[in-house]
């Protein structure tokens, strides 16, 4: 399968634990996305990646939040000191480089902080 | 901040029935996209719209961009149960690769 993925697919955690997500982009694309979607929204731009350059965060990201691309390919999530409103599916995404790129996405992570 | 608004929120057709979905936008936007969710999956791309009154078709779909880059419609001929899903059209602003959402507009089809 060359698509996106992303682990693990459900979390459940207790408020106040850390969580990590990854996302495996497909295998070409230099462009990565987060975001994230809950219960009958659309999905929320977190923030991108040129490689590993992070070129753009959402004011959503509070600074409980981090992601990384340590070297350009996979990428993490990581939400520390959780809170009940973090729970929600965290999408990936992935293209190639150029203006407007069609993105691909993942089938997302399903975190539920209890 | 940018906005993007769609409507209707929920669609219930018969199937045969024609179904569109609209989308507004509180700025003029550089790029229009529509994804389409499945129940219980992801957003899959459907269609990209660049240019002002542009008009796309894929099958039954017939996709179009307003004149003035700020609205959208979705239009799906003689619906299929095959079509049940929300479809969510996404904007974007030159200067930023991120896409902003509308909220989609979920279509379910009597069979």
């Known amino acids: 399968d060359t698509g996106v993925s992303q682990n693990p697919r459900h979390k459940i955690t207790k408020r106040g634990q850390n969580v990590t997500f990854r996302c495996d982009p497909i295998?070409?694309?230099?462009?990565l996305y987060w975001y994230r979607q809950t219960l009958g929204q659309g999905p929320e731009f977190l923030t991108y990646?040129?490689?590993?350059?992070?070129?753009?965060k959402s004011r959503l990201l509070s600074d409980r939040f981090s992601a990384e691309r340590p070297k350009g390919s996979f990428s993490t999530l990581e939400i520390q000191r959780t809170e009940q409103g973090d729970s929600a599916m965290y999408l990936c995404?992935?293209?190639?480089?150029?203006?407007?790129?069609?993105?691909?996405f993942g089938p997302g992570t399903r975190l539920l902080v209890l | 901040g940018q906005q993007v608004m769609q409507i209707p929120q929920y669609q219930h057709v018969q199937e045969g029935e024609d179904f569109t979905t609209y989308c507004n936008s509180s700025?003029?936007?550089?790029?229009i996209q529509w994804y389409k969710q499945r129940p219980g999956g992801h957003p899959v791309f459907l269609i990209q719209?660049?240019?002002?009154?542009e008009v796309k078709k894929q099958k039954r779909l017939t996709f179009q961009f307003g004149e003035a880059k700020k609205n959208s419609s979705l239009h799906i001929t003689a619906t299929q149960t095959t079509d049940v899903g929300t479809y969510f059209c996404?904007?974007?602003?030159?200067?930023?690769?991120?896409?902003?959402f509308g909220k989609g507009t979920k279509l379910t089809v009597n069979p």
């Open positions: 996404a904007g974007g602003e030159g200067g930023s690769e991120k896409l902003v």
């Open positions: 719209l660049v240019k002002s009154g």
């Open positions: 700025t003029t936007l550089s790029n």
């Open positions: 990646f040129q490689n590993e350059a992070q070129l753009e």
């Open positions: 295998s070409e694309h230099n462009r």
């Open positions: 995404a992935s293209s190639l480089g150029g203006v407007w790129q069609t993105q691909y």
